[in-house]
């Protein structure tokens, strides 16, 4: 059985950071290639970061320069630290995990709500 759970979800106000973390259950975690996204209310999800078996990390220009993901091989975690978070930020973020670089990822985590506001 293949597991990821995200955690470290919250509110937060604007300006502020939050670092969100996804244990993986996952045989050989360090070959995936692992992946964040986000659903907001009302709007298609969206992926907000990626980082490569290599360690090689890639982000949309929405959250560049704002959001870092990293992992921890050794303890078969992701992390997705966010900062200078803003209203739109908002949503609720996933984990994700595939092992080749084409297609869509296999797995899914359940989802951590980010609440940015006021």
């Known amino acids: 059985q293949v597991q990821l759970v995200e955690s470290g979800g919250g509110l937060v106000q604007p300006g502020g950071s939050l670092r969100l973390s996804c244990a993986a259950s996952i045989s050989a975690f360090s070959a995936y290639i692992m992946k964040w996204y986000r659903q907001a209310a009302g709007k298609q999800r969206e992926l907000v970061a990626t980082i490569f078996s290599s360690g090689n990390t890639n982000y949309p220009d929405s959250v560049k320069g704002r959001f870092t993901i990293s992992r921890d091989n050794a303890k078969n975690t992701v992390f997705l630290q966010m900062s200078s978070l803003k209203p739109e930020d908002t949503a609720v973020y996933y984990c994700?995990?595939?092992?080749?670089?084409?297609?869509?990822?296999?797995?899914w985590g359940q989802g951590t709500q980010v609440t940015v506001s006021s």
């Open positions: 994700a995990a595939q092992v080749t670089p084409w297609g869509n990822p296999q797995y």
